[in-house]
């Protein structure tokens, strides 16, 4: 962040920095001259804008925090609370916030803040209140108030830690959404559960509530929020399609090919696909293929309808291992406006996986400034990494000299795992420590560092540091699962792995993650026949390498050992370079796996 330029005799008395490196005239200081707590917390803005400039979230958090106690100005207040949010400091965020709520009392964004806050914190009663405060307050500030978003009522432009589009006006749908993608769809629909407001009971607040099940794995609450929405009279294609998409989930095919065509029907353009796409959920790959094709028989002169059907047909061919179909069908997309960004990534990763690096990391490349930017650069760091190019994978995964505090940790993360993945479990904990050091208490950090452990080696210390995180994070999860899943994995307290794993799935009930966790549960404590259809499911919604590993080797156990291999080669299908299929294959003597493209009916 630039400075503003302040003569270096004024700066500590008043110069206010603000959102997006903006100096205030100061008049609210020189309006309280003579002040010794002003002056020291003017002094705490500084030092906590050069702290960003290093890196050092812990530390200009905390400054600013310090300041917004010292200054009647409910700027500075926004500015500490958007900083120690994009900084993962959510106690400090929850100060802040209430000392902006102090100066703003009818302002909606504050109240914003302190939601966010308390779901960093994963406090999930504390978001609930201050979620339903805040649409009384939007509804009560009127049409002014929710064009107003918290730059705006700061009289400063918004900055990118900052609760973009807080006070915005919105649907409640816009509203939802914008929650989960700030704070997880997890802890947003923890914070919904029990809400009764106005918005939420509305067609569109269910069929909302709908769509946000399915995408944080609870079909069946998917499926109450659409049946209510459809009868309060909601979009019905569009509710109709997350009807079927969830029976789907669930493996209920005569009523998710039911609802699949009652949602073409009310829109025979829009949905043309939705029986197809339906039967991909169901694991039908075949009869999807064929209704994608008769889809194309009824228009064959339909430019649109023919690229739809091409990607679609080229993610089926991909996903089989059908490389040469694939790439056909891809490499008919490069002239869509619409497909040639998912088109030049397929290509990249069908080029990858027949080790063709120079072609792969090209096509990777080329998809800078695209929505598919940031996985295309996931895999081209993994490739790099692969072949010992390690600082330019190191490099490719860096955060940008103007990245925000959250990106920034997200980058330490991402190159964290790129390391641990490649084998130097020490290097990717020191850039966690590291990282730490900056952001003490980080939340995501402390996981990745679990993680880090347990893929070293270092069991105790892993479950050591996910006790920690569990302890303070009761209601999360994802902490319940992980922690459930190392004690399973190492045969250590399976009653209270269970537990803890169960209370995973009561939120997330159809997670294949916690799903796998589960039957790997079951079959270290010898129930392999229970241990199968979980795992077989939680295959069928997520081709993860791990969980193919884990699946193929509980079939190995009950003596289906074509079954089993059959199962291994398509997890590396999905997962080429994965290490647990390799070590479940060489450690169980299970040399001849299908080779890719090969029939698979496991």
Known sequence: MIFPRCSVRRAVAACVVLLGGACLSCTAARAETGSASVQDSNALIMTAEIALRRDDCGRAAKDYEAAARGLS?????????????GCGQYSLAEQAAARWRELRPTDPAPLHATMRAALGLYQIDVARSAFEHWLASRATQGSAAHGAGPGASAGGAGGAAGPAGAGRVGGIADELQQVADESGVAATLAMLQGVQVRPLDSSAGQLALANLAFDGWNYREALRYGERALGDGAARAATQLVLARAHAGLGEAAQAEAAASAARAAAPQEQSFAPADV????????????????VLARDPQNAALRAQAERRLGLIAFDNGDYDEAQREFSALLNDRDSAAIAVY????????????????RGYQLLAGTALEASARERAATLLFKHGHRESALQLLAAANDASPAAR?????????????????PQALARIDDALELAPGHPDLLYQRAIVLEKGGH?????????????????????????????ADHGRELARAQRLISFALKGEPDNPAILDSMGWLYYRRGMPKAALPLLARAFRLDQDGDIGAHWGEVLWSLGQKAKAREAWSRALIADPDNAAVKNAEKRLRAPQLLTPGEGTSV
Do not use: M
């Not at 080790?355 to 792969?360: F, H, I, L, M």
């Open 409 to 425: 940790v997200d980058a330490q993360i991402e190159q964290a795992q790129l390391l641990s993945d490649g084998g130097e479990a």
């Open 346 to 361: 397929y290509l990249a990763a069908i080029a990858e996986r027949r080790d063709d690096v120079a072609t792969a990391l």
């Open 459 to 487: 069991t105790d210390e892993a479950i050591a540091q996910l006790e920690t995180l569990y302890r303070q994070r009761p209601q999360d999860g994802e902490i319940a699962n992980a922690l459930g899943f190392i004690l």
């Open 279 to 294: 039967l991909l959920l169901l694991g039908r790959e075949h009869e999807a293929h064929d209704a994608i094709e008769d």
């Open 73 to 85: 100005d409910a700027r500075v207040a926004q500015r500490a609370t958007d900083v120690a949010i």
